[in-house]
Nanobody
Framework: QVQLVESGGGLVQAGGSLRLSCAASGRTLSRFGMGWFRQAPGKEREFVAGVSMSGITIAYADSVQGRFTISRDNVKNMVTLQMNSLKPEDTAVYYC????????????????WGRGTQVTVSS
């Protein structure tokens, strides 16, 4: 079992930045591909960014490419999502997820989820 806890969400003006963190416990994070997803009201949960177990392979949704950066620290058992140039359409609950199968853009591939952290971007 892996327990994931997100932090760092909040309210920010458009153009601002936030840094989300995902702390893992229970098992070493180095055995899992990690992803960040988000879900806005009335919408499906969507892929934001993913990173492989080693940290070598990274992918982003087109909507955040160039603005968001995912990184991982397997020693500290943490994954972060640096979000810059935030837009109102980035408003959502952001979830950290772990998969034992590498990494994936599909939420159905992930075995463990955090409870999420709210990000609200005002215009």
């Amino acid at each position: 079992q892996v327990q994931l806890v997100e932090s760092g969400g909040g309210l920010v003006q458009a153009g601002g930045s936030l840094r989300l963190s995902c702390a893992a416990s229970g098992r070493t994070l180095s055995r899992f591909g990690m992803g960040w997803f988000r879900q806005a009201p009335g919408k499906e949960r969507e892929f934001v960014a993913g990173v492989s177990m080693s940290g070598i392979t990274i992918a982003y949704a087109d909507s955040v490419q160039g603005r968001f950066t995912i990184s991982r620290d397997n020693v500290k058992n943490m994954v972060t999502l640096q979000m810059n140039s935030l837009k109102p359409e980035d408003t959502a609950v952001y979830y950290c997820a772990a998969t034992g199968s590498g990494w994936s853009r599909s939420r159905t591939s992930y075995d463990y989820w955090g409870r999420g952290t709210q990000v609200t971007v005002s215009s």
